[in-house]
């Protein structure tokens, strides 16, 4: 669910540092839209500001127009 994704992305803010993090793979799909406001969007935001680079998987519901992961459109 989307709490333990946050909550995961909450222990790399506090600790990722000490375990030198430097990528984060995030295999999952998401049924939205691009929001910059979205609490997974902020939170990759911040990760990135720490010199974490979140990687998204590309979707998993065909080639077809918006198929992709909205996640993975941050430009971040």
């Known amino acids: 669910s989307l709490i333990h994704v946050l909550a995961g992305f909450d222990y ?11 990528v984060v793979n995030c295999s999952f799909s998401a049924n939205t839209v691009y929001d ?24 998993n519901t065909g080639p077809g127009d918006g198929s992709l992961n909205p996640y993975a459109a941050a430009p971040w």
């Open 12 to 22: 790399l803010l506090r600790s990722g540092a000490q375990h030198n993090v430097r």
């Open 36 to 59: 910059e406001n979205d609490p997974v969007n902020i939170a990759t935001k911040m990760l990135s500001d720490r010199g974490v680079t979140a990687v998204f998987s590309a979707g």
